[in-house]
């Protein structure tokens, strides 16, 4: 029930507590790691990657992994209606209690150069 | 660990966010209306399919959704009582992490017409 | 994948276990003995009750406890429609990710006395 | 711990389940059209909606699902490497819990046309 | 993305809604005894079993939940390298999903006079 | 509903799926080295670890997962009551829906050198 987050706010929370949990060993780092080197081109291309990335994270409600991944969708040049039909997939799939993180989602997007749709701008 | 919302306050954000959702495609509005069927009296009269929304709310952990069908409940004539003994029954059957949830839940009860157990009339 | 057992089969397999868990220490006897207090009738009657554990169930995907909350609703009147419109709540509730179950759900309903459609009576 | 079905087996399993919800009102036939219609093709292609599928799949648990988007992807032309990368961000996001189901996804493309690896061929 | 409590405003709003849920009948204050039973010590410590309910706590995504946990592991004694290797084994089993719960958990170990690094006092 | 299988077969149908794992690219070789490395000896015992990892097998509903655990607490030393402590944590934490796997949890240490209680030898 808390406010969206801007992306800076949300990239500056993220990097801090990423910071602490670095500090606490170099397994979290190995991990880290790990987890950039799955999201790297390959046979699929890093746009297909980040949409996979956002079905994980709004499959487990992970609020802040899903801005992440809109975040860069909209860096890879992932369309608006893109990620959209990734959402219908996610709500056919998991079901209504899905939406009001999908609220969430959409709401940021607006936030968002290239995911947004201008909503404001009539 | 925020605020419990004020149903007016509820109900205002999940409006704007369910329009930014309905303007993603007729996708949207189709789940939304086939979710709205499945709470229309039939079998089952409308007070336990009510119910029957908390229980999947709760296990689902999904505040927002346990805050709609609360509401949902107070209008339906549902008691205090019976809200009570179907969150024992979420208890056992997902065990203490339900804890902060279920506090979130009685919270919330406070704020509706019937659903309180007026803590403050004395 | 595997074939859907009958309920005596189901029943037997269950008490074994249970019994191993009882003889585990008391803790587990007291927490069965807080489960099924959860079930006793009170403001709710036993039949919806019952109704609630089943999405309890569905929800967390356990198998086992979807017979056993079926089989119970059977023993306490809940009709074979009834059982459905709860299965729809929990199909739009939680999304396709549950079919496997449901259809597990309603070939377990065949072999019940009074939830089963009569598929077979020609 | 069940063996891995082949995917004829499968399909009988599903069809026969899938027919007893569909008697069990027009509901789950809704569902169902709803369900298809997030994978016709859009703005995005059918074989990225179905590593999509897989996605929610895997976080859900969902074995059968899981061979059902196999099963797609095979079908439309995603390669094994393709689907290899989608299981490293699965993976990745939800750590060593889904290894028992992604052993059983590699086991299950070993009997489909493309996404095999020809691992008996030598 | 709200901030991370305080210890002292964390024990209280418990306090208030656990108040709440004891008023609503005896079941839950039964459920709550039985909880708490099982943190006594035993055959295993209670700082293990301390450390056992944080693992229950990351994996349900109940930050409340870890919140206790880490508190009582402060109090009992858990180094802070033990409540870090545990963190280590939830990540690797629940994947990066889980990396928020657990920058917030590090940040609440802060506040608390063991579990800290200590980071503020150069 | 299926058998619980041998330690032996368990590990057999393993052993040939992490193999395949294994030859879909390096990155799962390197997961899996991660997640042994968040098992070896550290400021928390290795008999710890693995109570801590059953933890997380059972909360995330993953059998094989408990299998595993369940045979490193019986390699490791960890008695009988340990064990069955700390599936009380999870019992109480996780709730009712824990049981079945739990079930299948104590049936399997029966199997286990150290683990069972030897029902049979009276």
Known sequence: MTATPSPEAFREAKTQGNERLRKGGSFFESFFALDTAAYEPGALPVSVKELLGLMVSVMKDCEECVYHHLKR??????????????????????GSVTVPLLRRAVTFMEKLP?????????
């Open 73 to 94: 969708c909209d860096e890879e040049g992932v369309s608006r209606n893109q990620v959209l039909e990734a959402l219908q997939i996610a709500l056919a799939g998991a």
């Open 114 to 122: 290239n995911l947004g749709e201008g909503e404001h701008e009539a």
